[in-house]
């Protein structure tokens, strides 16, 4: 049974930086991409970053530059380093292995 775990999230002031972990369970997780998506309330989840089995990344521009996705996948985890987080960055963040399984979300609140 496949199973994605998010932890990290929190409280920070603007300016902050959290890093958010998803340790993955269930399938061989070296084979396989990763994802970031987010959602704002009121909002529909939208993508935040990826990374490929190969370890190739991409993200959306809004956090280009800030944002940083990365994979050990001798612990089956993937991670999104978020530095300058801004009041917009606000939001539930979920990992997805991108075969509609799904992380629990972890919480992310940037305010002063």
């Known amino acids: 049974q496949v199973q994605l775990v998010e932890s990290g999230g929190g409280l920070v002031q603007p300016g902050g930086s959290l890093r958010l972990s998803c340790t993955a369970s269930?399938?061989?997780?070296?084979?396989?991409?990763a994802g970031w998506y987010r959602q704002r309330p009121g909002n529909q989840r939208n993508l935040v970053a990826t990374?490929?089995?190969?370890?190739?990344?991409t993200y959306v521009p809004s956090v280009q530059g800030r944002f940083t996705i990365s994979r050990d996948n001798a612990q089956n985890t993937a991670y999104l380093q978020m530095n300058n987080l801004q009041p917009g960055d606000t939001a539930v963040y979920y990992c997805?292995?991108?075969?509609?399984?799904w992380g629990q979300g972890t919480q992310v609140t940037v305010s002063s």
């Open positions: 997805t292995d991108f075969r509609d399984n």
């Open positions: 990374i490929a089995s190969t370890g190739a990344t």
């Open positions: 269930g399938y061989t997780f070296s084979l396989f991409p």
